[in-house]
DNA sequence: GGAGGCATGTAAATGGTTACATGATTGG
DNA sequence: CCAATCATGTAACCATTTACATGCCTCC
């Protein structure tokens, strides 16, 4: 469950309401963890619930501004430091290599291609974001940009393969 | 839904029953795509309800073989070549890096530096398969090498990140 | 006063995990 | 004959997605 230690994280930097959260959602954490409008707002009822976040404050039009307590704290750093992180593994594009044998070699190095495309594209985007966002020295910002490190290196790393591999399969062929 | 394409493409290469698919499962597909069970014996029902793919020989212990139909080469060669793949992004362990600013540096280098242990070992296990599976020239384990290649590049890549990441959090500390 | 953005909520469906359950067959 | 393995099934639960719904406030 780690949307409730996502939650959990970014009101430990301040007190936010769910609306606040959930633009967090769509752009930092838009590469590691989407979320949804609706699952977000019922896990953060559950937090409170859980004595996890407190309602802090209310403004205009319901708003409910959260703010995470000691138990919260106390949690995230559990959840941080000693459960061990799921190196998850599920993914949808690499699945498909397995089967690209059932398919003919030129639509292999097709999807290869364009997977390469597409990684080298996201490298990019992730660049374009390195360059403008308005970086400050604050803890969440310096762990932010290690974060995306990590995505440019990875989108490197997979175009990389993914043009190696259109190599490999177009070379058995005209070879 | 990947698990029924994966199924599709597992049996492309030869009919099997759910035991037989289970463990490829659990070996080939173990890093791409997990599946229990439970979800495999029911997705195959769906499958065969579907037409994708009909029993064709019964053996001992209600074991059922099930074998492709044409149906099911044209759905599995439509969704490689036609339908986008996910470039999922969830990440469990890298949405922590964002929050490693609420520990202390120590325990950020701790945790960074476990990773990349955790990368290198991941790595050398691939390794030791590449070198011990007695791969053919099938089709099959030509496209698994390709994957193989992957994990090997993209947990190079995330084991120099965490070095370096371990690094610029230490460099912080102690500079 | 109306448009657009702020702000939250709920319901249904999907996909996946865990746990429990059962029974057949083979090999030692 | 017993243990291990083969082989399938079902039920409950959890996380996530999609869609629908509502109402408030601000600015023009």
């Not at 009101?11 to 977000?40: I, N």
């Not at 009822?45 to 209310?58: N, Q, S, V």
């Not at 919260?72 to 959840?79: S, V």
């Not at 403008?132 to 175009?159: I, K, M, P």
Request: charged content about 25%.
């Amino acid at each position: 469950m780690s949307l409730r230690h996502a939650l959990l994280g970014l009101l430990a930097d301040h007190p936010a309401s769910g609306y606040d959260l959930l633009k967090r959602f769509d752009t930092s954490l838009a590469f590691v963890w989407p979320a949804t409008q609706s699952q977000l707002y019922g896990e953060l009822k559950r937090l409170a619930d859980a004595g996890l976040i407190e309602a802090a404050a209310t403004g205009p039009r319901r708003r409910t501004d959260y703010a995470i307590t000691e138990a919260g704290r106390a949690e995230l750093a559990h959840w941080l430091t000693e459960v061990e992180p799921e190196h998850s593994r599920r993914n949808d594009a690499l699945l498909r290599v397995f089967f690209l044998w059932t398919v003919d070699p030129a639509r292999a190095v097709e999807y290869l291609e364009r997977e390469a495309r597409l990684y080298r594209q996201f490298g990019e985007a992730l660049r374009q974001v390195a360059d403008t966002v308005a970086w400050d020295e604050s803890g969440f910002d310096r762990c932010a940009r290690l974060a995306l490190e990590n995505g440019l290196r990875v989108s490197e790393a997979n175009a990389a393969w993914a043009e190696w591999a259109a190599g490999e399969v177009a070379g058995d062929t005209d070879g």
